[in-house]
């Protein structure tokens, strides 16, 4: 969902019609629509820091997973070579690459 253009007059103005509406006040698990043409103009979710807590949590966890295991592997002759995720920044950082080591 695009969120309505806000005026600093305290009026939101929908970005289907243009119609310049006050800025609504929601509650919990409520939506604003546009009387207009019915497109919608904020939401106010169940439970929304809860959910972005949770999923912030979680992919925490998988980043601590992902970097644990390695990614890339090299077999050659006999030889095996694995690289986990920080080593290959490491790695990049060595090699003079600092800004896609960072990323």
Known sequence: MIPAIM???GH????????LLPTPVLAEGER????????SLAS?????????????IGAAVFLVIACMFPFMSMKAGGFE???T?????????Y???TTLALL
Do not use: K, T, W
């Not at 995720?85 to 950082?93: G, R, T, V």
């Open 12 to 19: 939101i103005a929908c970005l289907e019609c243009d119609l």
């Open 7 to 9: 005026v600093p007059s």
């Open 81 to 83: 070579n694995a690289m």
């Open 32 to 39: 604003a629509a546009c009387p207009r043409c019915g497109h």
């Open 44 to 56: 106010h979710p169940r439970d929304g820091l809860d959910r972005s807590l949770a999923f912030a």
């Open 85 to 93: 995720l920080p080593q290959s920044a490491l790695e990049l950082y």
């Open 95 to 97: 090699n003079g690459r």
